[in-house]
């Protein structure tokens, strides 16, 4: 079964640390991934997709289908990074059907 | 261009009613999906629908239902509600394959 894990519930770090938030996912085709975004009383937007690989708010993630990874770092955390950060995945083909993790807030601490 | 709208906002409804979600997506994407936001579960996937057809659907009671109209607009509908149908309801819309764009959500409490 298509699943995606996401195994810290909390992380917090000081404005100016690096930030890495870890995202495992198991499925056996070719998925597309995805993080998401949830600002404070904001609706969920899209950070990034694995297959843009584009650096969107300093924010990278570089999917490893070896390790069934896509985490996602940043150099320099600022506090307006403070949100909750959900990786997902699609199977491809017909449908927008997303796999969402159980999300990881991330706080920033001036 | 205008986002996703989901009306109404907040919903308070006693156990056994029935209750109708209301999604508009932005225009000229035809695929709407639904998804169900608890503390205890996270995000699930409620359905997807594409050209007023059911494209796939996730693992929810018969009670969870939907439909698409031809402008694209989709209802989701909630029969027989029971106390753990309480959550947030999101809406997304897409192209027929691509990012997701999501709804403020409708706020469901059941009592």
């Known amino acids: 079964a298509q699943r995606v894990t996401q195994p810290e519930k909390l992380l917090s770090v000081f404005k100016g640390a690096p930030v890495e938030l870890k995202c495992n996912y198991s499925?056996?085709?070719?998925?597309?991934l995805f993080w998401y975004v949830q600002y404070s009383r904001q609706r969920l937007q899209l950070l990034l997709r694995h297959i843009s690989r584009e650096s969107i708010k300093g924010f990278t993630a570089d999917l490893n289908k070896g390790e069934t990874s896509f985490h996602l770092k940043k150099p320099f955390a600022q506090e307006e990074d403070s949100a909750m950060y959900y990786c997902?995945?699609?199977?491809?083909?017909?449908?927008?059907?997303?796999?969402f993790g159980t999300g990881t807030l991330l706080a920033v601490q001036p | 261009k205008a986002g996703v709208t989901q009306t109404p906002r907040y919903l308070i409804k006693t156990r056994g009613q029935q209750v109708t979600l209301s999604c508009s997506p932005i225009?000229?994407?035809?695929?709407v999906s639904w998804y169900q936001q608890t503390p205890g579960q996270g995000l699930q996937f409620l359905f997807e629908y594409f050209s007023e057809t059911q494209r796939n659907k996730g693992n929810f009671p018969g009670r969870f239902s939907g439909r698409q109209f031809s402008n694209s607009r989709s209802e989701m509908n909630v029969s027989t509600l029971e106390l753990g149908d309480s959550a947030l309801y999101l809406c997304?819309?897409?192209?027929?394959?691509?990012?997701?764009?999501f709804g403020q959500g409708t706020r469901l409490t059941v009592v």
């Open positions: 997304a819309s897409s192209l027929e394959q691509g990012e997701a764009f």
């Open positions: 997902a995945l699609t199977m491809g083909g017909a449908t927008n059907k997303l796999i």
């Open positions: 225009s000229g994407h035809r695929s």
């Open positions: 499925y056996s085709g070719s998925p597309e």
